[in-house]
Nanobody, 126 residues
Framework: QVQPVESGGGLVQAGGSLRLSCAAS????????MGWFRQAPGKEREFVGA??????????ADSVKGRFTISRANAKNTGTVYLQMNSLKPEDTAVYYC?????????????????WGQGTQVTVSS
C-alpha cells in the first residue's frame, strides 16, 4: 500500500512557477508508477503527467508538455515525486492530485491508479 500526500500548492501569477511535492510511504513505493492529475471547478479530473516506477520514463498531457516536469526520488520504503510547473497559465488553476499506479497498469488514465492523495490547490491569477 502507498499513501501519497501532496504539498506546495498556492497562488501564483501567470507566467510564474510552482513546485508540487508528493511524499509517499509504503514498502513497495519504488514499484509504483506515480502520476499527477488535476481537476478544475466544473470539469472532470484530467491526466497531467506521470513518471515510471524507475524514474526512467515520463509522460505528459499535451496541454502541459514543455512547461511541466515530473521527477521522483526513491528511497527505502518511501520516496517523493515532484511536479515542477513553469510558465503557468490561468487555465492551470485546479486541485492537483498525486496518485500511485501499480507496475503493469495503464498509467495514463485515472482508473489505472489505486492510491490517491487529498489534493493541493493551485491558483494562477491573470
Amino acid at each position: 500500500q502507498v499513501q501519497p500526500v501532496e504539498s506546495g500548492g498556492g497562488l501564483v501569477q501567470a507566467g510564474g512557477s510552482l513546485r508540487l511535492s508528493c511524499a509517499a510511504s509504503g514498502r513497495t513505493f519504488s514499484s509504483y508508477h506515480m502520476g499527477w492529475f488535476r481537476q478544475a471547478p466544473g470539469k472532470e479530473r484530467e491526466f497531467v503527467g506521470a513518471v515510471s516506477w524507475s524514474g526512467g520514463s515520463t509522460l505528459y498531457a499535451d496541454s502541459v508538455k514543455g512547461r511541466f516536469t515530473i521527477s521522483r526520488a526513491n528511497a527505502k520504503n518511501t520516496g517523493t515525486v515532484y511536479l515542477q510547473m513553469n510558465s503557468l497559465k490561468p487555465e492551470d488553476t485546479a486541485v492537483y492530485y498525486c496518485a500511485a499506479a501499480p507496475y503493469g497498469s495503464n498509467w495514463t488514465i485515472s482508473k489505472g491508479y489505486d492510491y490517491w492523495g487529498q489534493g493541493t490547490q493551485v491558483t494562477v491569477s491573470s
